[in-house]
């Protein structure tokens, strides 16, 4: 069977077969539209038995893999790591996009559990909204710094509370306060809190849509501890879909709580795994410190500490636990929405 992998970029889009020996076989460049998809599959057809690689880069792939997958095509996608691996000990030096399709279709022989590319779900929205809901909080703070600048250039004897500049009353007293001034200064800082007011009534919105789209994504998971639905909602967008871990592991690898081994002959040893998922990693980390509070992560916490662990080291291990924890409901929310579909098309039969 050919492999054949692709290098997507924004302008276009470059393939390359090779057999099962990893010798090229053809290649091809189409534009990035769905036109030039479509001519893309009408080429692999004219090569045989084939299946297609792409590097997973899914801003760039996006609609590339939803033209394919409608067409039938079978899509595996090539972590960019992977790729660099294999072109950094081809024979053939330098880097062009027919290397790169080189090495992601000689990457996909090499790897035999690579990721299937599936059409996206909800997940994608609710990571959408969560991404949005986040640019528009880094947005009001750079918007309230400026704020807080001006309203002590008008009149330094006000205090604000720290976080206090997204209540409406604070914010309700700031525009009288500027409405009392004249000038440039007070014209701008008007501005500034009609801007944070908007902004503010905005983020609420999106946090309680938020809220009402996680809890009918994964209630099992809110259940869990110190998850909010603003933690979960992080962790449900980032998974993208918990069917792609086989188990607790790998999804520990992916979020970055499984340490790293680091050993030689009876010497065992493990380090920090400063990779994986980072945004992940600190929602998990979120969830381990509410826990420290009390009940069974503080205890879990203290019992490792008495075998010799640093606290550093017993919370890293609390949220490597709190990881399977969150896998397993996961895959329970997974398997009750899978039913509830069935349920529905057996009615609508």
Same mark, same amino acid.
């Given at each position: 069977?050919?492999?054949?992998?692709?290098?997507?970029?924004?302008?276009?889009?470059?393939?390359?077969?090779?057999?099962?020996?990893?010798?090229?076989?053809?290649?091809?460049?189409?534009?990035?539209?769905?036109?030039?998809?479509?001519?893309?599959?009408?080429? $692999?057809?004219?090569?045989?038995?084939?299946?297609?690689?792409?590097?997973?880069?899914?801003?760039?792939? *996006?609609?590339?893999? *939803?033209?394919?997958?409608?067409?039938?095509?079978?899509?595996?996608?090539?972590?960019?790591?992977?790729?660099?691996?294999?072109?950094?000990?081809?024979?053939?030096?330098?880097?062009?996009?027919?290397?790169?399709? !080189?090495?992601?279709a000689r990457a996909a022989q090499r790897e035999d559990d690579l990721p299937t590319a599936s059409l996206d779900g909800p997940e994608r929205d609710l990571r959408l909204l969560v991404d949005h809901r986040e640019d528009l909080v880094n947005e009001r703070t750079r918007t309230q710094n400026r704020l807080h600048?001006?309203?002590?250039?008008?009149?330094?004897?006000?205090?604000?509370?720290?976080?206090?500049?997204?209540?409406?009353?604070?914010?309700?007293?700031?525009?009288?306060?500027?409405?009392?001034?004249?000038? !440039?200064?007070?014209?701008?800082?008007?501005?500034?809190?009609?801007?944070?007011?908007?902004?503010?009534? *905005?983020?609420?919105?999106?946090?309680?849509?938020?809220?009402?789209?996680?809890?009918?994504?994964?209630?099992?998971?809110?259940?869990?501890?110190?998850?909010?639905?603003?933690?979960?909602?992080?962790?449900?967008?980032? !998974?993208?879909?918990?069917?792609?871990?086989?188990?607790?592991?790998?999804?520990?690898?992916?979020?970055?709580?499984?340490?790293?081994?680091?050993?030689?002959?009876?010497?065992?040893?493990?380090?920090?795994?400063?990779?994986?998922?980072?945004?992940?990693?600190?929602?998990?980390?979120?969830?381990?410190?509410?826990?420290?509070?009390?009940?069974?992560?503080?205890?879990?916490?203290?019992?490792?500490?008495?075998?010799?662990?640093?606290?550093?080291?017993?919370? *890293?291990?609390?949220?490597?636990?709190?990881?399977?924890?969150?896998?397993?409901?996961?895959?329970?929310?997974?398997?009750?929405?899978?039913?509830?579909?069935?349920?529905?098309?057996?009615?609508? $039969?």
């Open positions: 069977m050919l492999v054949l992998g692709i290098d997507a970029h924004k302008r276009t889009h470059t393939a390359v077969a090779v057999d099962e020996h990893g010798r090229r076989v053809d290649s091809k460049t189409v534009p990035a539209t769905s036109a030039g998809n479509l001519e893309l599959v009408r080429w $692999a057809g004219h090569l045989g038995e084939h299946r297609f690689a792409v590097e997973d880069c899914r801003h760039l792939s *996006r609609r590339l893999e *939803r033209d394919l997958l409608a067409a039938g095509e079978t899509l595996v996608r090539v972590h960019p790591k992977l790729m660099a691996q294999v072109r950094r000990s081809a024979r053939e030096q330098g880097k062009s996009d027919p290397i790169d399709a !080189t090495s992601i600048w001006h309203i002590h250039e008008l009149d330094p004897s006000i205090e604000l509370a720290p976080g206090s500049l997204d209540r409406y009353k604070v914010l309700d007293h700031l525009a009288a306060v500027c409405a009392d001034h004249e000038g !440039t200064v007070a014209e701008i800082a008007a501005e500034l809190v009609e801007r944070v007011r908007d902004s503010t009534a *905005r983020i609420k919105q999106l946090e309680r849509r938020i809220a009402h789209m996680v809890g009918d994504l994964a209630p099992t998971l809110l259940e869990l501890r110190g998850c909010g639905a603003l933690t979960a909602a992080k962790i449900v967008g980032e !998974t993208a879909g918990v069917q792609r871990f086989s188990d607790p592991a790998k999804f520990a690898r992916f979020n970055g709580t499984a340490p790293i081994p680091v050993w030689s002959s009876n010497n065992v040893k493990v380090r920090l795994n400063r990779g994986g998922n980072r945004q992940m990693n600190a929602a998990l980390h979120r969830i381990a410190i509410t826990q420290l509070r009390g009940g069974q992560g503080k205890e879990y916490v203290e019992r490792r500490m008495t075998l010799g662990n640093t606290k550093t080291e017993a919370i *890293r291990a609390l949220r490597r636990k709190i990881s399977d924890q969150v896998y397993r409901r996961l895959e329970a929310d997974q398997l009750a929405r899978d039913a509830s579909s069935s349920t529905c098309e057996l009615v609508a $039969a």
